[in-house]
């Protein structure tokens, strides 16, 4: 259904896919998209004073048995 879109309005599928999903998650109203709209809803928690974790060593690569 995608690739017929995409053929039908002259772009890729690749294209295409950014379009649709782009809609889905902007606010029809007032044009706001889904950053847009998470930085509001938490606006005024004072997520900026929260305390930023100390950041851990990354787990060691695993190492196949052979």
């Known amino acids: 259904m995608v690739r017929l879109q995409a ?12 379009d649709i999903l782009r809609r889905a998650v902007q606010d029809e109203a ?8 998470i930085c509001k809803r938490f606006a005024g928690l004072g997520v900026d004073e929260l305390p930023i974790p100390v950041r851990r060593a990354a787990r060691p690569p695993i190492v196949p048995i052979d």
């Open 30 to 37: 007032t044009g706001a998209g889904f950053a847009q709209k």
């Open 7 to 18: 053929a039908h309005h002259g772009c890729s599928m690749e294209q295409k896919a950014r």
